[in-house]
């Protein structure tokens, strides 16, 4: 079985907390649960630097690249649309899952704008 040793620091930034994963990885995998100090209602704003923002639950259109809309499909009230990347349904349900080589930096963050709290998840690549 693998050693798994959590390492817990606070930095020296107000409210900041640094934790340390350190296993030995054999099936490629390593799962971490975080549970923030609120709770989670589902109503958060999560995000992945250049890549997921609020779930990109948008309007989404089907297009071979390079992704252009014609006429037919752009008007000056058009709701926010984009092509088919990743995202939740507009409804908010539906799964993203992306690797550290998805984001620009990898990292989650998860807003609640309910709490006035957020939390920015960090991971090595």
Same mark, same amino acid.
């Not at 079985?1 to 934790?19: F, G, L, P, Q, T």
């Not at 589902?42 to 890549?51: H, I, L, N, S």
């Not at 539906?94 to 080589?101: D, L, N, P, Q």
């Given at each position: 079985? $693998?050693?798994?040793?959590?390492?817990?620091?606070?930095?020296? %930034?107000?409210? @900041? @907390? %640094?934790?340390i994963v350190d296993r030995k990885i054999e099936d490629g995998c390593v799962e971490f649960i975080y549970l923030p100090d609120f709770e989670? /209602? #589902? $109503? %958060? =704003?999560? =995000? =992945?630097? @250049?890549?997921?923002? $609020? #779930?990109n639950r948008f309007k989404s259109l089907k297009k071979e690249y390079p992704p252009m809309f014609d006429e037919t499909e752009v008007s000056v009230d058009m709701p926010v649309t984009v092509t088919d990347i990743i995202r939740l349904n507009e409804d908010g349900s #539906?799964?993203? %899952?992306? /690797?550290? #080589?998805d984001v620009s930096v990898p990292c989650v963050g998860l807003f609640s704008a309910r709490v006035k709290k957020a939390v920015l998840l960090f991971a090595l690549q």
């Open positions: 079985m $693998d050693k798994v040793v959590i390492k817990h620091k606070i930095s020296s %930034e107000k409210n @900041a @907390a %640094e934790y989670i /209602t #589902g $109503d %958060e =704003f999560v =995000f =992945f630097p @250049a890549c997921c923002y $609020d #779930g #539906g799964r993203i %899952e992306v /690797t550290t #080589g």
